[in-house]
C-alpha cells in the first residue's frame, strides 16, 4: 500500500511546532515495520503551499494519507484545510473528518457545540476585543481561542480579580494577533484525559483514562496545564506533572459515557482525546476536545495506546484501516 504522510513543516524556534517530526516518526517507523511504501510531503508556509502540494500527491498517487498536518507557519486555523482538500479528491485519510476539525480547532466553538447539546463545560464567553460586562463567574482562565497544545496559557492566566482581568485582556488580545479570546470559569479541581481509540472496523474503544497529578505544588500556584508543563522540560511544572492510570474517587463511567458523546457530536474519527475536570463537588466538565491529538512517543495519548495493551505500529494500523474503511 503506497500511503502519503503529510505534515506541516516545523518553526524550529518553538518547542510546541518542532514535536510534530517525532510523531512524524512514529508513524514512519510503523509504515516500515508494516511494509508499506511511504513518502513525506512536509508542507510549508509559503504562498502556494497547498497548490505545490496537491501537485505532488496527485503524482505519488497514494491509497491512503496519513493526515498529521496543525496548520500553516504555526497557525492552527488552517488545520482543516487540507482535510477539505482530501475528501474533495476522494483519497481516504487518517484522524478526523474535516468537520471535526473545524468544530475543534475553535475553542469559541467548541463551546457553543457543548452548550448547544447540553454537555457540561464551565461557564464562558468570548472577547472580541471591546471590554464591556462579564458574565462568567470568578476567578477565571483565559485562552486563545485558535491555538492549541497550551500554547499561551501560563500561571497569569487564571485570574481572581475584574480589575486584573480588565487589565489584561487587551495586552493577551494583542499578543494573540487580535484573535478572539475565551473567558472560561477557572474549575479549581483535578484534571482528567479521556482517549478514544477507533479500530479498522469502525469500533472506538475507551483506553485506559488518565490524570495528571500535580505534584509538590506550591499553594497558591493554579494547578493547569499550561506551557512550560507541555514542553519545557527542565521547567518545575515539567517534572512535576505526572500521569497516573490509578483513578481513585473518580466518576470515571460518567467521564467516558460524556467522552463518547463528544465523539458522535463533534464528527470525530480514529484518534481523540476528551479533557475534563472534576470540581469538589463531584461535577464534570469538559475543558477540551482534541481531534488528532499529540501522538510522540511520549505523550498523553501513546502512553494510553500502549497501557491498554497496544503498540505503536498497532496504531498505525488501525489508522490507516480506519481510514480505508470509515468513511463518508
Same mark, same amino acid.
Given at each position: @500500500?503506497?500511503?502519503? +504522510?503529510?505534515?506541516?513543516?516545523?518553526?524550529?524556534?518553538?518547542?510546541?511546532?518542532?514535536?510534530?517530526?517525532?510523531?512524524?516518526?512514529?508513524?514512519?517507523?510503523?509504515?516500515?515495520?508494516?511494509?508499506?511504501?511511504?513518502?513525506?510531503?512536509? +508542507?510549508?508556509?509559503?504562498?502556494?503551499?497547498?497548490? &505545490?502540494? !496537491?501537485?505532488?500527491?496527485s503524482?505519488?498517487?497514494?491509497?491512503?494519507?496519513?493526515?498529521?498536518?496543525?496548520?500553516?507557519q504555526?497557525?492552527?486555523?488552517?488545520?482543516?484545510?487540507?482535510?477539505?482538500?482530501?475528501? #474533495?479528491?476522494?483519497?481516504?485519510?487518517?484522524?478526523?473528518?474535516?468537520?471535526?476539525?473545524?468544530?475543534?480547532?475553535?475553542?469559541?466553538?467548541?463551546?457553543?457545540?457543548?452548550?448547544?447539546?447540553?454537555?457540561?463545560?464551565?461557564?464562558?464567553?468570548?472577547?472580541?476585543?471591546?471590554?464591556?460586562?462579564?458574565r462568567?463567574?470568578?476567578? *477565571?482562565? !483565559?485562552?486563545?481561542s *485558535?491555538?492549541?497544545?497550551?500554547?499561551? /496559557?501560563?500561571?497569569?492566566?487564571?485570574?481572581?480579580?475584574?480589575?486584573?482581568?480588565?487589565?489584561?485582556?487587551?495586552?493577551?488580545?494583542?499578543?494573540?494577533r487580535?484573535?478572539?479570546?475565551? #473567558?472560561?470559569?477557572? #474549575?479549581?479541581?483535578?484534571?482528567?484525559?479521556?482517549?478514544?481509540?477507533?479500530? &479498522?472496523?469502525?469500533?472506538?474503544?475507551?483506553?485506559p483514562?488518565?490524570? /495528571? =497529578?500535580?505534584?509538590?505544588?506550591?499553594?497558591?500556584?493554579?494547578?493547569? @496545564?499550561?506551557?512550560?508543563?507541555? *514542553?519545557?522540560?527542565?521547567?518545575?511544572?515539567?517534572?512535576?506533572?505526572?500521569?497516573?492510570?490509578?483513578?481513585?474517587?473518580?466518576?470515571?463511567?460518567? @467521564?467516558?459515557?460524556?467522552? =463518547?458523546?463528544? *465523539?458522535? /457530536?463533534?464528527?470525530?474519527?480514529?484518534?481523540?482525546?476528551?479533557?475534563?475536570?472534576? &470540581?469538589?463537588?463531584?461535577e464534570?466538565?469538559?475543558?477540551? #476536545?482534541?481531534a488528532?491529538?499529540?501522538?510522540?512517543p511520549?505523550?498523553?495519548y501513546?502512553?494510553?495506546?500502549?497501557?491498554?495493551?497496544?503498540?505503536s505500529?498497532?496504531? +498505525?494500523?488501525?489508522?490507516l484501516?480506519?481510514?480505508?474503511?470509515?468513511?463518508?
Amino acid at each position: @500500500m503506497k500511503v502519503a +504522510v503529510v505534515h506541516n513543516k516545523p518553526d524550529e524556534g518553538k518547542l510546541d511546532s518542532v514535536d510534530i517530526l517525532d510523531q512524524l516518526g512514529l508513524v514512519t517507523a510503523g509504515l516500515a515495520e508494516l511494509g508499506h511504501e511511504h513518502r513525506v510531503f512536509p +508542507v510549508e508556509g509559503k504562498k502556494g503551499a497547498f497548490v &505545490a502540494l !496537491v501537485g505532488e500527491i496527485s503524482r505519488f498517487g497514494p491509497d491512503v494519507i496519513f493526515n498529521l498536518f496543525e496548520g500553516l507557519q504555526d497557525d492552527p486555523r488552517f488545520q482543516p484545510v487540507l482535510a477539505s482538500y482530501y475528501e #474533495i479528491s476522494g483519497i481516504p485519510y487518517t484522524g478526523a473528518f474535516y468537520e471535526g476539525l473545524l468544530k475543534t480547532t475553535d475553542k469559541i466553538l467548541t463551546k457553543a457545540i457543548l452548550d448547544a447539546n447540553g454537555l457540561p463545560t464551565p461557564r464562558w464567553q468570548a472577547f472580541y476585543g471591546e471590554l464591556g460586562a462579564v458574565r462568567v463567574p470568578p476567578p *477565571w482562565i !483565559v485562552k486563545p481561542s *485558535w491555538e492549541d497544545g497550551s500554547v499561551g /496559557i501560563t500561571d497569569g492566566s487564571v485570574i481572581g480579580s475584574k480589575t486584573t482581568l480588565f487589565q489584561k485582556l487587551p495586552g493577551m488580545f494583542e499578543t494573540h494577533r487580535r484573535r478572539p479570546l475565551l #473567558i472560561e470559569n477557572y #474549575i479549581e479541581g483535578r484534571e482528567f484525559n479521556i482517549p478514544l481509540y477507533q479500530h &479498522a472496523e469502525g469500533k472506538v474503544e475507551l483506553l485506559p483514562p488518565s490524570e /495528571i =497529578l500535580f505534584d509538590c505544588w506550591p499553594e497558591g500556584k493554579p494547578k493547569i @496545564m499550561n506551557y512550560n508543563s507541555k *514542553w519545557e522540560e527542565t521547567s518545575f511544572e515539567y517534572e512535576n506533572t505526572q500521569r497516573t492510570y490509578e483513578l481513585e474517587n473518580a466518576p470515571v463511567e460518567q @467521564m467516558k459515557t460524556i467522552a =463518547l458523546k463528544c *465523539w458522535d /457530536i463533534f464528527d470525530l474519527r480514529g484518534y481523540a482525546r476528551v479533557d475534563m475536570r472534576l &470540581a469538589p463537588s463531584g461535577e464534570v466538565s469538559i475543558i477540551e #476536545i482534541n481531534a488528532n491529538p499529540c501522538i510522540t512517543p511520549t505523550s498523553g495519548y501513546i502512553g494510553a495506546v500502549e497501557e491498554g495493551g497496544y503498540t505503536s505500529r498497532d496504531f +498505525v494500523r488501525e489508522m490507516l484501516g480506519v481510514a480505508l474503511n470509515v468513511r463518508r
